[in-house]
């Protein structure tokens, strides 16, 4: 059997190497589309005291010894499934019994007007990160469009190198998408207390050709970098040119399967049905989800039936402070608080039957990691856990994974 991997990105490189891992010796291709070795993207967003570098994926140096073919600087632009084919960029044609898209997602084009921002930076690959690093300094002002997990990680860097920032952000309030709005204040007051400006709440109503911003109120920002952070897109291009069924990205069942049988897709590519959340269809976007999916869906494509159910979980770091979250935290409708102490703070979110579905964490360092642990889980477990034991801090949460009976 054949096997072709699109995308060599966490998730590609954990399936590569899950297959060789059980048991699979077929022909494997890698497509990776870019030159540089296999890296990972976390840091590039937040790279640290040591600066910017080229963090190569755990395992990528696994693949070559593993007899697997990586096809480097080179992009798959169709997908022929009567011929179970796919055309590269160089004219090579790979054969393929099952194949997997593990595209990823691209970065949503900051369009004004009607017209794309030429002047607009974004930040997605190792490239663009180094652009952006060898110039941001005191010297130059930085404007960021977007309070997402992009932007408030550069926001935080750009302020460690004493650039001048500000961040605009169209919603109420930053985060709106995935934090609660009790911890997104704290880490917008943290911001607020390195400096960084922010206007939130106001459009864009203009940008000129030297980076003069307007607002719908008729502020005017000036800046001499301008970095767009405003979502992401799932990369769905060659699945649709395939007529491969979409939703939200590409679709797949419980077991990352397309509605091609033997074409698979997983990570932020691809929404699938989740079974702690009643079949709900999600697309996940984090380092952690490309890593289990890129596992899971090797013995999928292996035939394996049992289907994809891992807890989502997240985090980010900005300055000092570290922010984790398990599960789908606007799937609750009640949240309960337990303090661990006067910096950091666990956030349990329970839905209308009292079943755990979401835990958001914000603390110093590494404060919050054990009790996120635990809640993901509970979660996982679908536990119903005491109320007054969550809010409780002197109550382990290890104690409720065994509820009585």
Known sequence: MRIVII????????????????????????????THEPYERPPLSKPGPDGLSLKPISGAADVLAANITI????????????TKTVALSNDETLNYDRLLLATGASPRR????????AQARYLR????AKALY???SPDYRLTIIGAGFIG?????EARRRGAPTTVIESAPRILARAVPAELATRIEARHRAEGVAFHIGHAIQSINAVRLITLDDGTEIAGDILVAGIGSIPETTLAASAGLALSNGIAVNGFLQTSDPDIFAAGDCCSFPHPLYDDKRIRLESWRAAQEQGAYVARAMLGSSDPFNAVPWFWSEQYDLTLQIAGIPSEGTKTLTRGLDADSTILFHLNDGGRLV??????????????????EMLIAKGICPDADALEDSSVSLKTLLSPRS
Not at 125 to 128: K, P, R
Request: proline share 0%; aromatic share 4%.
């Open 7 to 34: 995308g060599a990105g966490e998730c590609g490189i954990r399936a590569t190497l899950a297959l060789r891992q059980e048991g699979f010796d077929g022909s494997i291709d890698l497509v990776h589309g870019e």
């Open 71 to 82: 096809h480097h600087d080179v992009r798959a632009f169709a997908i022929d499934r009567t």
């Open 110 to 117: 900051l369009i004004v007007e009607g017209k794309e921002i």
């Open 125 to 128: 690959t190792y490239d663009d």
């Open 134 to 136: 060898d110039v941001l």
């Open 152 to 156: 408030l990680e550069l926001a935080a």
């Open 358 to 375: 979401g835990a958001s964490g914000l603390g110093m360092g590494n404060r919050v990691a054990r009790d996120i642990r635990l809640a």
